[in-house]
């Protein structure tokens, strides 16, 4: 994994297709006030535990940007840290699932 934005209060997980709308979102949130750490996953066979797994510590909550990143990293994590899906379309509904998540 590649580490576009490092941050502490949540980590958004993107590919080669949603890593601008990820990076976008965390220019805003930081803003707001939001440390969004974002990740490319540019391997997802074998997933980088050893990146994951800083972030997976680091903060509180993980979010996939598509199915395929969500399925491979959830069956990876270590700790019992919060992974959900994003099942949006847009860079404000991002924002908004972060907002959320957000501790």
């Excluded at 899906?85 to 860079?91: A, H, I, K, M, R």
């Amino acid at each position: 994994m590649k580490v576009r934005n490092k941050g502490v209060d949540i980590t958004v997980i993107a590919d080669e297709t949603t890593i601008d709308m990820a990076f976008a979102a965390s220019r805003t949130l930081a803003v707001c006030g939001i440390s969004t750490a974002v990740l490319e996953a540019t391997c997802l066979d074998p997933v980088d535990t050893r990146t994951l797994s800083y972030y997976e510590q680091t903060t509180p909550c993980l979010i996939a940007m598509n199915a395929r990143i969500f399925d491979a990293v959830s069956s990876v994590l270590q700790t019992n840290t919060t992974m959900q899906l994003f099942d949006g379309t847009s860079e404000a509904e991002l924002i908004q699932t972060v907002r959320r998540a957000a501790p």
